[in-house]
């Protein structure tokens, strides 16, 4: 037992056990696998191991610490094996990613010396490197490494494993290894929103330990998509409401005095005694962005909160471009958001509102269990009363005609569309629930991610201004299917932008330089005239006639919409016959 603890901390034995995990058929196979490795670690390798699996190893909230780029570690694996950049880049493409890549060029026999502490501190000095700096300590870690740990340093400094394991495995192998009842470590998971930490205090029977806390900011909840409300409406029961769908950036609020706050080791942004944090869908902490919207969140604190170390507001909501009480196409929130300097006069050309549609957490008390209709009622009793704090719109029905009657209307009059949701609902952190749905118009946007760009001599010749666009084969599959391309004009905000980043994250290029593959990070909302059937493409459709809406800065590339909805929308097509062609 004692020989198997001293080889516990090895990197190599971590990426053995991800390759068992990544091969068991069963979710019952893959949790042992997890049990009986995880039982054995010490503490700060069992942090380090879960984190790993989870594939967070960079914070998600310090904005300085993002995962490593493809050019990046190609430039690496060039160095560590002394082929071409544009070799590897022509590998990647053959083998589908530079995680194989680098475990084929690396055949030596190097014996493992890396160590989950190894590579946890290379993370945290990768998460405060720059430039060459990062580079060299990239190559550090990959010169070390034997080929199997090549292949998941790789996929780990992406932020990705890749391998088939849900989270909610996870979580069990940590409730066997602990003893717990799985429920009351997904709580507390959801609590802390540290799986690793999670484990340590189960570990020792801590679990109380954990609180939800301001300024800890946990996963938004999130809608499914349905396209069309008539079938959506046969399917529910009684009990709905429905909220206007905001066009904005979604937004966690966190309110509390500030002395609740002096130890926490992020920027503190304080008004008269009060502190403000806003945080992105993300959890990146964007509060730097929005200055002006400090004070009147603050104002909620006075009357809002009681008073003792239990006082504060978790408010979930979406941040609108806002001016004379209208709100404003989200085109200009994203010049607030491509700016990294807030200039005051920056601030008064696009000022923004935050639109409060649900309350997480008061004065100690966590809400995300109790239904909507209760956080409804505690969110109408805020004293709002600024115009840059606002309540969302919310109509509560009980019979589903005139539900229906209510999104005819609306439709009617031009609006995007709804959110629907069950009045019985209860708020699931990072879960897309049947209990919300977004409801648009059949003609609707979708969000996808760019996969290669090209430049187009005709009409732009010095800059990329079409794109290739996929989206995700499902919820629970991360491989990507194009449908089609979208051509990008000068008049869309920051176009010149958009083509100078594909130049910084370029993976390979063809047809002369005239073509590049990019890594898929880049999200737009999209509009198109019809989807075809089409043999040419993987997932089986295409779109047609494909308008960039914007550039979805706030969104990470795992949320855009899947073949699925692609499907749901080509179904409806068929049977309405809707093409904005015709």
């Known amino acids: 037992m004692l020989e198997i603890a001293a080889q516990a901390g090895a990197f190599l034995e971590f990426a053995a056990v991800a390759e068992r995990v990544n091969a068991a058929n069963t979710r019952a196979e893959k949790a042992t696998v997890l049990r009986q490795y995880l039982f054995q670690l010490r503490d700060d390798h069992l942090l380090h191991a879960i984190h790993y699996f989870t594939g967070h190893a960079f914070s998600r909230r310090d904005r300085s610490s993002v995962p490593i780029g493809e050019v990046?570690?190609?430039?690496a694996l060039s160095i560590v094996t002394g082929v071409e950049p544009a070799?590897?880049?022509?590998?990647?493409?053959?083998?589908?990613?530079?995680?194989?890549v680098g475990a084929r060029l690396l055949i030596r026999q190097t014996e493992s010396v890396l160590t989950l502490?190894?590579?946890?501190?290379?993370?945290?000095?990768?998460?405060?490197?720059?430039?060459?700096?990062?580079?060299?300590?990239?190559?550090?870690?990959?010169?070390?490494?034997?080929?199997?740990?090549?292949?998941?340093?790789?996929?780990?400094?992406?932020?990705?494993?890749?391998?088939?394991?849900?989270?909610?495995?996870?979580e069990v192998a940590v409730a066997q290894i602990s003893g717990q009842p799985t429920q009351r470590i997904q709580w507390v998971h959801m609590l802390s929103g540290d799986l690793g930490k999670t484990a340590v205090l189960a570990r020792h029977d801590q679990l109380d330990q954990a609180h939800m806390q301001v300024f800890q900011p946990i996963k938004f909840m999130l809608a499914s998509t349905a396209s069309d409300a008539t079938r959506l409406l046969r399917s529910l029961a009684q009990g709905y409401a429905i909220e206007t769908k905001y066009d904005g950036m979604r937004a966690q609020a966190h309110i509390a005095p500030a002395d609740r706050a002096s130890d926490d080791p992020f920027n503190e942004t304080v008004?008269?005694?009060?502190?403000?944090?806003?945080?992105?869908?993300?959890?990146?902490?964007?509060?730097?962005?929005?200055?002006?919207?400090?004070?009147?969140?603050?104002?909620?604190?006075?009357?809002?909160?009681?008073?003792?170390?239990?006082?504060?507001?978790?408010?979930?909501?979406?941040?609108?471009?806002?001016?004379?009480?209208?709100?404003?196409?989200?085109?200009?929130?994203?010049?607030?958001?491509?700016?990294?300097?807030k200039t005051e006069d920056l601030v008064a050309m696009v000022p923004v509102a935050f639109i409060v549609y649900d309350i997480l957490y008061k004065d100690g008390t966590v809400?995300?269990?109790?239904?909507?209709?209760?956080?409804?009622?505690?969110?109408?009793?805020?004293?709002?009363?600024?115009?840059?704090?606002?309540?969302?719109s919310?109509?509560?029905?009980?019979?589903?005609?005139?539900?229906?009657?209510?999104?005819?209307?609306?439709r009617a009059e031009g609006q995007e569309g709804f959110m629907v949701k069950m009045l019985q609902s209860l708020y699931r952190p990072g879960r897309r629930s049947k209990d919300w749905f977004k409801v648009k118009h059949p003609i609707a946007t979708l969000d996808v991610v760019v996969t290669a760009a090209?430049?187009?001599?005709?009409?732009?010749?010095?800059?990329?201004?079409?794109?290739?666009?996929?989206?995700?084969?499902?919820?629970?599959?991360?491989?990507?299917?194009?449908?089609?391309?979208?051509?990008a004009s000068l008049s869309l905000p920051n176009f010149e932008t958009l083509s100078d980043w594909v130049q910084q994250h370029t993976i390979e290029e063809f047809a002369n330089g005239q073509v590049h593959l990019v890594e898929p990070q880049i999200v737009l909302e999209v509009i198109f005239d019809a989807i075809q059937a089409s043999s040419h493409h993987k997932g089986g459709y295409k779109l047609e006639g494909v308008r960039i809406l914007r550039v979805r800065r706030d969104k990470p590339a795992q949320e855009i919409d899947t073949i699925e909805t692609i499907r749901e929308l080509a179904e409806l097509q068929r049977e309405e016959g809707w093409d904005s062609r015709t």
Do not use: C
């Not at 919310?394 to 609306?410: I, K, N």
């Open 394 to 410: 919310a109509h509560q029905f009980f019979d589903l005609e005139a539900l229906g009657q209510q999104f005819r209307q609306a």
């Open 367 to 392: 809400l995300i269990n109790q239904p909507y209709g209760q956080r409804r009622a505690l969110l109408e009793a805020l004293p709002i009363e600024s115009s840059l704090v606002q309540l969302a």
């Open 87 to 100: 070799l590897l880049a022509m590998q990647r493409f053959d083998y589908g990613d530079l995680a194989t």
């Open 117 to 170: 502490d190894d590579v946890a501190i290379a993370i945290e000095q990768l998460s405060k490197a720059k430039g060459k700096r990062r580079l060299n300590w990239v190559v550090k870690l990959l010169d070390r490494a034997t080929p199997l740990e090549v292949k998941y340093l790789i996929n780990l400094l992406q932020g990705d494993l890749q391998i088939d394991l849900e989270e909610e495995i996870l």
């Open 271 to 341: 008004v008269a005694g009060i502190r403000v944090a806003l945080f992105s869908r993300t959890l990146e902490e964007i509060t730097a962005n929005f200055p002006d919207l400090l004070m009147p969140l603050a104002a909620l604190a006075p009357r809002a909160l009681v008073s003792g170390e239990s006082a504060g507001l978790i408010l979930d909501g979406e941040i609108v471009p806002y001016r004379d009480g209208k709100i404003l196409p989200f085109t200009l929130l994203q010049q607030r958001l491509g700016n990294s300097s």
């Open 454 to 487: 090209e430049i187009d001599p005709l009409t732009h010749p010095s800059l990329f201004s079409l794109f290739a666009i996929a989206v995700r084969a499902s919820e629970s599959d991360a491989s990507l299917l194009n449908i089609g391309k979208v051509s």
């Open 72 to 75: 990046t570690l190609i430039s």
